[in-house]
């Protein structure tokens, strides 16, 4: 199991193949994503890779927002703690 920390890490790093590394880095924990410039079309790719490299629960997408506003509530997901 991944720790708090290496799920960040793992978010920030896929976040920054979709946005750019400027914005993956840049966004803070808690700032929501579309404040970020964070799109609908990237957080799908993004969810869809964590789900993939995590084995999470897929999330329907008209929860998508629900679940991934920021980095910290996706990785309170990916933790199974959301």
């Known amino acids: 199991m991944s720790t708090q920390h290496e799920l960040e890490a793992l978010v ?3 976040l920054a193949e979709q946005t ?9 924990a808690n700032e929501p994503f579309l404040t970020a410039g ?3 079309v ?4 993004l969810v869809a890779q964590l789900e993939e ?3 999470a629960e897929p999330v329907a ?5 629900a679940v991934a506003t920021s ?5 309170a997901y990916l933790a199974g703690t959301e």
């Open 12 to 14: 920030r790093r896929r």
């Open 20 to 28: 750019g590394e400027e914005v993956a880095y840049g966004v803070g």
């Open 53 to 55: 490299d995590t084995g």
């Open 61 to 65: 997408e008209a929860e998508l927002w």
């Open 42 to 45: 990237h957080l799908m790719h």
């Open 71 to 75: 980095v910290s509530s996706l990785v």
């Open 38 to 40: 964070v799109d609908s």
